[in-house]
């Protein structure tokens, strides 16, 4: 069974810290990882990875993916409080031809405070 | 036009009620995605549809019944739920080959 692995659950920093969220997985025949931003509503995409090594960076948010590891960090440099939110990391595994559903892991829930 | 929607955004059911959940894309992506969220739960996956067709069933009860009437639109029929069916119900959409989904906004059901 795929399974997804998220750390910590829970994390309250002040304003301006920097932040590192861990996911790791154990699928079969994996294809990519995401990451997401889940406020009081849907998730919302932050980023798509499929190659190890590779930083992909979006303003304070960056991520990297270790497929030798199996794992992944999201990266929240000078956090500010719109940034609290749930982050939930996901898995696709290929099932062969067409499109795979995500496996999702149970988010960390991430608090700013001022 | 770079959204999904979903309607209704709430809906309260009886247990012998028939309802549908809609879900829409004008973005020509080719799969689309239905999935169950209950309160402090990640996201889980019930159905996938690749080229109007369904691909992924996770074992859903039969009281679920998706449809996709062409790429642009998926259904979720519901008949006969049960109380622990409540949840957030999640429709997404992808391209075939790229995995990143977008999510709708989610219709928020009870089933009393």
């Known amino acids: 069974e795929d399974k997804v692995v998220q750390s910590p659950l829970s994390l309250v920093v002040h304003e301006g810290d920097t932040v590192t969220l861990n996911c790791s997985y154990e699928?079969?025949?994996?294809?990519?990882l995401l990451w997401y931003k889940q406020e009081k509503k849907a998730p919302t995409f932050l980023f798509m990875l499929?190659?190890?090594?590779i930083e992909k960076k979006s303003g304070r948010l960056s991520s990297i993916l270790d497929k030798k590891e199996l794992s992944s960090i999201l990266n929240i440099t000078a956090t500010q409080t719109g940034d609290s939110a749930i982050y939930l990391c996901?898995?696709?595994?290929?099932?062969?031809?067409?499109?795979?559903?995500?496996?999702f892991g149970k988010g960390t829930h991430l608090i700013i405070q001022p | 036009d770079t959204e999904v929607t979903q309607t209704p955004k709430h809906l309260v059911m009886g247990m012998t009620n028939k309802k549908s959940l809609k879900c829409e894309q004008h973005?020509?992506?080719?799969?689309m995605y239905w999935y169950k969220q209950k309160a402090k739960k990640p996201p889980e996956l019930m159905f996938v549809?690749?080229?109007?067709?369904?691909?992924i069933n996770e074992s859903v009860p039969s009281r679920f019944s998706p449809e996709c009437p062409n790429s642009s639109l998926l259904n979720l029929h519901l008949h006969a739920l049960q109380p622990e069916d409540s949840a957030l119900y999640l429709c997404?959409?992808?391209?075939?080959?790229?995995?990143?989904?977008?999510f709708g906004p989610g219709t928020r059901l009870t089933v009393l």
């Open positions: 973005m020509g992506h080719r799969a």
């Open positions: 996901a898995v696709e595994a290929r099932s062969g031809g067409g499109a795979d559903g995500l496996t």
């Open positions: 997404a959409s992808s391209p075939i080959y790229y995995n990143e989904q977008f």
């Open positions: 499929t190659s190890s090594g």
């Open positions: 549809y690749s080229y109007e067709k369904l691909s």
């Open positions: 699928v079969t025949n994996f294809r990519s």
